[in-house]
């Protein structure tokens, strides 16, 4: 029974640092891109969705009027790069994507600019994000306590941050 644990480990530690449970890196990856190229899809594919059972309401009215046309026909030019590098933030993707299918970007640009957007995003996830779970793993095998200390700190962090950006948006705003 021992030799089968060591042949595992030595088996996990030939895969690499970005690897999980072993798993080879482009395994990995593959599997990354995708779980958010569906999810990204089932996304535009919601605002579509919306955008067809709101078609005769006053929000489909306002996006009929000629400042509103223009604001469209922006977003199917401009939009694809939005849908790209959207893919590059955290909480952003899903409001941009459902944007993009409520406004009915064309699918051909949107579908180009996605498949770019969801190779990043899985490059991404699949080297810092694999290596920022390992190295939490191996806290946590080492020290739990620090493990649990590292996440409040980082929840402390965002929080701070959070609290900060919020200040100094209420300062800008004029009183009213």
Same mark, same amino acid.
């Given at each position: ?97 459902? +944007? /993009? ?6 699918? !051909?640009?949107? *579908? #180009?600019? %996605?498949? &770019? =957007?969801?190779? @990043?995003? $899985? ?11 390992? +190295? /939490? ?6 020290? !739990?306590?620090? *493990? #649990?200390? %590292?996440? &409040? =700190?980082?929840? @402390?962090? $965002? ?18």
């Amino acid at each position: 029974m021992r030799h089968v644990s060591l042949t595992a480990t030595a088996a996990a530690d030939d895969a690499g640092v970005f690897s999980i449970a072993g798993v080879p890196f482009w395994v990995v990856y593959l599997a990354a891109f995708g779980i958010v190229l569906v999810r990204a899809q089932a996304t535009y594919w919601a605002g579509r969705g919306v955008a067809r059972g709101t078609a005769r309401t006053r929000i489909a009215e306002r996006l009929t009027s000629p400042r509103a046309a223009a604001a469209v026909q922006r977003v199917h030019r401009w939009g694809p790069p939005t849908v790209t590098l959207s893919f590059f933030t955290v909480g952003i993707q899903t409001v941009v994507n459902l +944007a /993009a299918g409520y406004l009915r970007m064309p699918y !051909p640009r949107y *579908l #180009a600019a %996605l498949l &770019v =957007g969801c190779a @990043a995003w $899985a490059a991404i996830w699949t080297t810092v994000g694999t290596a920022a779970v390992n +190295a /939490a793993i191996a806290l946590a095998a080492g020290s !739990p306590v620090s *493990l #649990a200390a %590292l996440g &409040v =700190g980082v929840v @402390a962090l $965002a929080w701070w941050l959070g609290a900060r950006a919020a200040r100094r948006r209420r300062v800008r705003l004029p009183d009213g």
